[in-house]
DNA sequence: ATAGTTACAGAACAATATGTTTGTTATCAT
DNA sequence: ATGATAACAAACATATTGTTCTGTAACTAT
């Protein structure tokens, strides 16, 4: 990738995370992000068709990030015991917490929404190898409630309780939740 | 109120609800809820400020019709036992359900975002005094994770899955989630 | 080093949406 | 019946969006 391309892809990454912080995504215009990044129109629009696209192109890097190694490497581990497969919640969990400062902007509004749709997306993947059946509960409420729970558990620790731990946050998911 | 403004505030709502059938919320224009609902554009403005505060109002009237006479009723409900909390909780899903072609639109999109807040804002106030202490995890946290997973349900149900009737999927919520 | 390619800046552009204002007509409450 | 109020129609300024153009600077390959 072109070196030019990568700064103003970064600058416009920046510009976007650091206006997040003062106001909600609806209300930020593409003129405020050009003047942020300090770029010209023609070049946001050459690098974003709108917005949203580049809302969506962050959500991929940062998953691309959180996820890089989990997802796809089924053959590396295996989640036998529920204790491994708790490590390896807790060890998406730190991921998490490395992004936090670009994470806790996407939280509000519609932002929040699709955000929170990606996450769920590939949350879904991992879940849904490690969910046991239950013959009272269909198992799509089953793997939409513990998909969901932790994604509302993300939101509630980046949030606005970032004080606690990885490790804690995943003792209190895996204790409120039958996997 | 007068019966004009009750007239043109039904046709707004129900222009509203018709519309966010065919698309999302964000990608919807004054412009077009005025067409549809077949008023004048000075009208649309004498009754709500933006397309938000139309979204805020349909909220509210939808949640005051749905927690009308649950969360106020202080007295005469005693849930000290948690079957009678389920029957509670039983009773604000048919609520729920009456309304459902009116929030089977409002579940996508940065309108996802925001009814999915004000449900949980009515939740918060309901849960919050059936809730019993952990010593291991934090209430802050528990609270969460009750009135999430429970918001989250009913965006499951109404969303995809309304063929489940309310006692069932209380059923399958009160089985899920430790109370 | 040079030639060809690609990205950026700057400016202008039409198209669309927003929110407000004005004067007029219709409907309401009593 | 009448004064008050809501709805209407049309026009308005403003702001945002997305596109297009030209000239310039930076990169790449040979």
């Given at each position: 990738?072109?070196?030019?391309?990568?700064?103003?892809?970064?600058a416009?990454?920046?510009?976007?995370?650091r206006?997040?912080?003062?106001?909600?995504?609806s209300a930020?215009t593409v003129q405020?992000?050009?003047?942020?990044?300090?770029?010209?129109?023609?070049?946001f629009y050459a690098?974003?068709e709108t917005?949203?696209e580049?809302?969506k192109a962050?959500?991929t890097?940062?998953?691309?990030?959180v996820?890089?190694?989990e997802?796809?490497?089924?053959?590396?581990h295996?989640f036998?015991?529920?204790?491994?497969?708790q490590?390896?919640?807790t060890?998406?969990?730190?991921?998490?917490q490395?992004?936090?400062?670009?994470i806790?902007g996407?939280?509000?509004?519609e932002?929040?929404e699709i955000f929170?749709?990606?996450?769920k997306?590939?949350?879904?993947?991992?879940?849904?190898?490690?969910?046991?059946?239950?013959?009272?509960?269909?198992r799509?409420?089953?793997?939409?409630?513990a998909?969901?729970?932790?994604?509302?558990?993300?939101?509630?620790?980046?949030?606005r309780?970032s004080?606690?731990s990885?490790?804690?946050?995943?003792?209190?998911?895996?204790e409120?939740?039958?996997?």
């Amino acid at each position: 990738m072109d070196r030019r391309q990568r700064k103003t892809r970064n600058a416009i990454f920046q510009a976007f995370t650091r206006l997040l912080e003062k106001k909600t995504y609806s209300a930020l215009t593409v003129q405020e992000i050009i003047d942020e990044a300090d770029i010209s129109r023609s070049t946001f629009y050459a690098h974003f068709e709108t917005k949203d696209e580049l809302l969506k192109a962050m959500c991929t890097d940062i998953f691309n990030h959180v996820f890089s190694h989990e997802i796809m490497s089924e053959e590396h581990h295996d989640f036998s015991d529920k204790g491994s497969f708790q490590d390896h919640i807790t060890h998406i969990l730190c991921h998490l917490q490395e992004k936090q400062q670009t994470i806790k902007g996407l939280f509000s509004g519609e932002c929040g929404e699709i955000f929170m749709r990606y996450l769920k997306e590939y949350l879904y993947q991992v879940f849904d190898r490690q969910l046991v059946d239950d013959k009272d509960i269909p198992r799509e409420y089953r793997l939409n409630h513990a998909v969901s729970s932790f994604a509302e558990t993300v939101r509630w620790w980046l949030g606005r309780h970032s004080d606690y731990s990885p490790e804690e946050i995943g003792r209190f998911y895996f204790e409120s939740v039958d996997i």
